[in-house]
């Protein structure tokens, strides 16, 4: 009998654990099924390079509810797998995956005109001056297609060819004048500080000056006198690309004498920065020999070598970060940034920026749109006090 009962118990647990397993299993295929259904994607899973978007933008229909709609980073080519968590139908939290493909649509950019012009034996190398780049691809080819001898005066008839590595190519048909050197330089005409003053200082403005070794020794008492309101000084300089960082050796002298006597004062640092680790050594160094010395106005990151931009290794996007590399390292210690560049580039190459521009345009106006906080607006001033040419600057006050 009692063998009987052990036997009864033993297939009621058996049926039991199979009908659990059964119903369990038959559970869970539902819960995939609803989760399954839950998601209906978009068709085209593709995005351009550079895109703001987010997940719902690529969802077309939800039986559930999103609970985090992140943005999605596209600033990488390729395949990129997307994960999110979302509540189903049953009050479930349940985790979805998906690939979408960043592709690169854009192509590089050619910055030149019909023509260009060089002097009979010129030796650089022709690719690398005439500027070119892609936003992302740091190293396009470059090439330049017909023949020519820089050696014999004469025209040629030229294409200039970029292509990425996307396929994404840009050609610009020039013609190239190679010519004997025999015209004279015109002058420039000088621009006295005293005039700059009775045309552009308002209450809302301030005339400065920007300076480094090649204004040589200063008189900051006669400067002053003569109306210079403020003073942008080059801390120093990189000797080259991948060079060494220099002190201007009248950086000491410039910055106390202008404190001296109550000239306010930013900084400048002229940069050769090829990566972000590079800016980011750059901004110790300035913050190194800042030590000591209290500054009234931005630091500056000055990159203006954009006649060999193309031998680099950078993109567009690449030399912005560097920047923002810079000027973001000095902003977590507590100075505030400037972005200095001309108009011209402002316009082409730099990405609008949470920073401060100094803009450079010699020009009796200014016909850049964008915003700018200084405009050094030539580089022939006469200051009293200074033996040489010297860069004015005008400041706008908000």
Known sequence: MKK????????????SVIGVCFWVHKEKQENIRIDAEAITLKEDLTVKYGDKVKISDFIENIKGKLINDK?????????????????NIKNKKRTYNFTIKVVDVNS???FMGDSYTVK???????????????????????????????????????????TDSSGNQTKK????????????????????????????????????IDVSKWEEEIDWQEVKRSGVEFAMIRIGYQTEYDGNYVLDPYFILNIEGAKSVDIPVGIYFYSYAKNVNQAIEQAEWVKENLKGYEIDLPIAF??????????????????????????????????????????SYLEKIWHPTKYEIWLAQYNTRVTYEGEYSIWQMTENGRVNGISDDVDIDIM???
């Open 173 to 208: 048909d020039f013609t190239l004048y190679v010519k004997e050197s025999n015209e004279e330089k015109s002058k420039t005409k000088k621009v006295d500080i005293a005039d700059v003053i009775s045309q552009h200082k308002t209450e809302n403005t301030k005339i400065g």
């Open 302 to 343: 000055d990159w203006e070598s954009w006649n060999s931009f193309n031998t680099t290794g950078m993109s567009f996007n690449t030399i912005n970060k560097v920047a923002n590399a810079f000027l973001d390292n000095l902003q977590e210690s507590g100075y505030d940034g400037m972005l200095y560049s001309s108009k």
């Open 71 to 87: 943005e999605i980073n596209t600033e990488e080519l390729g395949d990129i797998q997307v994960s999110f968590d979302f509540i």
């Open 108 to 110: 590089p950019k050619i």
């Open 120 to 162: 009979v034996g010129y030796n650089k190398n022709l690719v690398d001056v005439l500027l070119s780049g892609d936003d992302i691809d740091d190293n396009p080819v470059r090439e330049i297609l017909g023949e020519y001898d820089l050696n014999t005066v004469g025209s040629y008839d030229l294409t200039y060819s970029i």
């Open 396 to 398: 706008y006050l908000d």
């Open 4 to 15: 009987k009962i052990i036997i009864f118990i033993v297939i009621l647990i058996t049926v």
